[in-house]
């Protein structure tokens, strides 16, 4: 078992910055991919961002490229999502997931293929 906890969360200004964080506990050696998605008030959950764990391959969603940056602590077992020149459309509660045993080059980027979710950190950006 694995389980995820987010942090980080919280009420920004359009144009400001946050950083959010999932502490990963249990059992997590091997080849596994750790992601961020999102769900906004009445969408679908959507990808963000994900990071094979060893080998650091990241992936990243058109909308959020050249604004977020996903990256990983190996010691805190922490993946952190830096999310800069934040809009209102960013808002949604954001969540963490695990893949284990990841097979692709790159990590995935289809919630199905994620074995464990945390509870979510919410982010409002105001105008």
Do not use: H
């Amino acid at each position: 078992q694995v389980q995820l906890v987010e942090s980080g969360g919280g009420l920004v200004q359009a144009g400001g910055s946050l950083r959010l964080s999932c502490a990963a506990s249990g059992r997590t050696s091997g080849s596994y991919a750790m992601a961020w998605f999102r769900q906004a008030p009445g969408k679908e959950r959507e990808f963000v961002a994900a990071i094979k764990w060893s080998v650091g391959i990241t992936y990243y969603t058109d909308f959020v490229k050249g604004r977020f940056t996903i990256s990983r602590d190996n010691a805190k077992k922490t993946v952190y999502l830096q999310m800069n020149s934040l809009k209102p459309e960013d808002t949604a509660v954001y969540y963490c997931a695990a893949e284990i045993n990841s097979g692709s080059y790159y990590p995935a980027s289809t919630e199905n293929e994620y074995d464990y979710w945390g509870q979510g950190t919410r982010v409002t950006v105001s105008s």
